[in-house]
């Protein structure tokens, strides 16, 4: 028995210095801890391909792709900026302008991401969901909602429309997304989101955006975007 405890007590030594010796390994040479994080994933949206009446696969292919390299230049720009940091040279023009830049890519993966989780649907929203409710309760009807996140999808220039639930009221905004990272309601919940970038529709319509917009309305995953309204409500 006694010689069972010593060898188990062998093993559980050796563990915490295995243990010990990786935490060092993440020290860095100045003596702090470096980042663990993880580099952000490419999703594979292509349980969309022909599922979307009236958008071509070509057009969600090339749509994809687009997307792919905002996700691998948030994690370029992420490193970078991290390299920099680690060096002390962080108050330098180079981190300036990655810094900058940061905004544009990584909003420009998410967006991308609640844009294509939004997509695949084919049932209409209920009429006892509790963000029909609110969208009555904030814009008078679904039709009137509906009016009004086109209007916004129809301003000229690119961008992207957001269904937002801000926080202070719980109220539903339309809001008009200048580029990627312009726009934003602070600290309000993303809904439901709609590329108007040019690249989202012009290869099969041309200059015919609402078109586009139409056959989005048509495709919407409403049960995708009446859950974010529901964790956003339940978090406050």
């Known amino acids: 028995m006694k010689k069972w405890t010593f060898i188990l007590g062998i093993a559980v030594a050796a563990c915490l210095l295995n243990?010990?010796?990786m935490h060092a390994a993440e020290i860095s040479s100045n003596g702090s801890q470096k980042p663990?994080?993880?580099?952000?994933?490419?999703?594979?949206?292509?349980?969309?391909?022909?599922?979307?009446?009236?958008?071509?696969?070509?057009?969600l292919k090339m749509h994809f792709k687009l997307y792919q390299g905002y996700v691998?230049?948030?994690n370029t720009?992420?490193?970078?900026?991290?390299?920099?940091d680690e060096k002390k040279e962080n108050r330098t023009p180079d981190y300036a302008g990655l810094k900058r830049m940061l905004g544009w890519e990584f909003?420009?993966?998410?967006?991308?991401?609640?844009?294509?989780?939004n997509l695949g649907g084919t049932e209409p929203l209920a009429?006892?969901?509790?963000?029909?409710?609110?969208?009555?309760t904030d814009f008078g009807s679904f039709d009137k909602w509906k009016d009004d996140f086109t209007a916004t999808g129809l301003i000229r220039g690119i961008g992207w429309v957001v269904?937002?639930?801000?926080?202070?009221?719980?109220?539903?905004?339309?809001e008009w997304i200048n580029e990627h990272d312009v726009g934003h309601l602070s600290g309000a919940k993303p809904l439901l989101v709609m590329d108007v970038f040019e690249h989202a529709y012009i290869t099969q319509f041309g200059l015919e955006r609402a078109k586009y917009i139409d056959i989005f309305h048509n495709n919407t995953d409403w049960f995708v975007v009446s859950k974010r309204f529901q964790e956003a409500s339940a978090a406050k």
């Open 72 to 74: 691998n230049n948030t």
């Open 19 to 21: 243990s010990s010796s």
């Open 36 to 59: 663990k994080t993880q580099p952000y994933v490419v999703k594979n949206f292509d349980k969309l391909l022909g599922k979307i009446q009236g958008l071509n696969d070509d057009l």
């Open 107 to 117: 909003d420009g993966m998410l967006l991308h991401e609640y844009y294509f989780e």
């Open 127 to 136: 009429k006892d969901d509790p963000l029909m409710k609110q969208i009555e």
């Open 77 to 84: 720009l992420l490193k970078k900026i991290q390299e920099l």
């Open 163 to 174: 269904t937002y639930v801000e926080p202070n009221q719980g109220r539903l905004i339309n």
